[in-house]
């Protein structure tokens, strides 16, 4: 007999919790299973138990109707406290998403609509659906232009890593809505889009041996570049780009492109500057520190360590195993970014930049930031702001302490001041170096 949805939900987190994160794999759809593969369950899977302590029992199971899909939500005592696993299925039961919450998070989310902040005025701006690209990997995007004749100036949102939404959605989270609804209520035009790996991801799954940040990112923030030289509303001479996380990292990248070679300026927000592959492991030692480690933890941060050693091997080749690489990554992936040093890239690009950070985020640290104030601290069109007190989507965070994870599972929005900065220096930026 067919199990429901519900036994089937239950299924899969005994598997998780058995360690059986390989026949948890052979369970998703084809378009997930980049994204959820054996080596990032266990990654994951083991980080909740970090968190969390030691994984219990099953409470019980129940499902939520939310506007993308039913969602069987199965409650689990972990050894500190409860927390939930969250599985939605296609009409195959494969599976085609799956999170962990604090308890009673879906609940709240289906029945929670977006509130929009105080500095979001929607009477001074109007939102029209667009399209990024006009081939295969054409994405859906969000145009917020501010109301009034224009032209305005504008700036493309580029997400950070993982399948983000246009609205770079952490649940319950919309940092993306709340800059481009802020932004757009200064008088900037703002667009935003879906990122590429959330849009194709199936189209992409084939593709994974060789694909680079490059089709991951870089393409598909020139073709939103392109995009607002086609409308008569924006400016086309005061465009400008913002990056944040993977995006900031990338953005002197996107910016060395001759497709971006009118561009007024860029803001990077909380974008890294070390090795991607040192960013990783970093984050993954500093969440482990969080609770008492268990041998087996232990020996996963031993593992990451030298698949991130593997990465900087002169050996390296595209042949080399996914796993034997940080997050089963491809090597093409991480050759592609062997060298590049953003700082160094950023110093022979003219346009002024804007560079934020966040004094509690446990992402993209201090460490970042006094890379890039060594590189272009000495120039006189690059400005630096850190925020005390707020973490990696630059919203709230427990004063004097750098950001957990659950920090970011609680609702709130980019604080005005950010989006203040922001509309100032777009306003008013700096001249290009001569």
């Known amino acids: 007999m067919e199990m429901t949805n519900s036994e089937l939900a239950q299924r899969v987190v005994a598997l998780l919790a058995q360690g059986q994160f390989a026949q948890v794999e052979a369970m998703m759809a084809e378009s997930l299973k980049p994204f959820m593969y054996e080596g990032q369950l266990a990654t994951t899977w083991r980080t909740l138990e970090q968190q969390l302590g030691a994984f219990q029992s099953q409470l019980s199971v129940h499902?939520?109707?939310?506007?993308?899909?039913?969602?069987?939500?199965?409650?689990?005592?972990?050894?500190?406290?409860?927390?939930?696993?969250?599985?939605?299925?296609?009409?195959?039961?494969?599976?085609?998403?799956?999170?962990?919450?604090?308890?009673?998070?879906?609940?709240?989310?289906?029945?929670?609509?977006?509130?929009?902040?105080?500095?979001?005025?929607?009477?001074?701006?109007?939102?029209?659906?667009?399209?990024?690209?006009?081939?295969?990997?054409?994405?859906?995007?969000?145009?917020?232009?501010?109301?009034?004749?224009?032209?305005?100036?504008?700036?493309?949102?580029?997400?950070?890593?993982?399948?983000?939404?246009?609205?770079?959605?952490?649940?319950?989270?919309?940092?993306?809505?709340?800059?481009?609804?802020?932004?757009?209520?200064?008088?900037?035009?703002?667009?935003?889009?879906?990122?590429?790996?959330?849009?194709?991801?199936?189209q992409i799954a084939p593709l994974i041996s060789t694909f680079t940040v490059r089709q991951e990112v870089i393409e598909d923030a020139l073709l939103a570049l392109d995009l607002l030289r086609t409308r008569p509303e924006i400016d086309h001479g005061q465009i400008f780009i913002l990056g944040h996380s993977l995006g900031g990292y990338l953005l002197p990248r996107i910016m060395s492109a001759p497709e971006a070679s009118t561009v007024r300026g860029a803001i990077i927000m909380a974008g890294s500057a070390r090795p991607l592959e040192d960013i990783i492991l970093d984050q993954m030692t500093y969440i482990a520190s969080l609770s008492q480690q268990t041998p087996e933890q232990q020996q996963h941060l031993e593992e990451l360590a030298r698949k991130v050693a593997r990465v900087k091997d002169p050996g390296l080749t595209p042949a080399t195993p996914t796993t034997d690489l940080p997050l089963n990554v491809s090597a093409a992936y991480w050759l592609d970014l062997r060298g590049y040093h953003p700082e160094e890239v950023a110093r022979q690009l003219p346009p002024p930049l804007l560079i934020l950070q966040a004094e509690n985020d446990y992402q993209v640290t201090q460490a970042d930031l006094h890379i890039w104030q060594q590189a272009l601290g000495r120039r006189a069109n690059v400005t630096f702001k850190t925020y005390p007190n707020l973490h990696h989507l630059f919203m709230p965070s427990e004063p004097g302490h750098k950001a957990t994870p659950a920090a970011y599972t609680i609702a709130s929005h980019v604080v005005p001041e950010v989006i203040n900065d922001i509309s100032a220096w777009i306003i008013h930026p700096p001249s290009p170096s001569p």
Not at 67 to 77: G, I, M, T
Not at 127 to 153: I, K, Q
């Open 63 to 202: 499902t939520v109707q939310t506007p993308q899909a039913n969602v069987e939500v199965v409650s689990c005592a972990f050894a500190q406290t409860s927390f939930d696993i969250n599985l939605a299925f296609n009409p195959q039961q494969q599976i085609i998403s799956l999170t962990a919450t604090p308890a009673g998070t879906v609940e709240q989310q289906a029945n929670l609509q977006y509130e929009a902040p105080a500095y979001a005025i929607v009477d001074r701006f109007t939102e029209h659906e667009v399209l990024v690209g006009s081939d295969e990997w054409a994405l859906p995007g969000t145009l917020t232009l501010p109301t009034g004749t224009g032209p305005f100036p504008a700036v493309v949102l580029v997400h950070g890593s993982g399948p983000n939404d246009r609205d770079e959605t952490i649940p319950p989270n919309k940092p993306f809505r709340d800059l481009a609804w802020g932004l757009a209520s200064n008088g900037i035009a703002v667009l935003r889009y879906d990122k590429r790996t959330k849009a194709h991801a199936a």
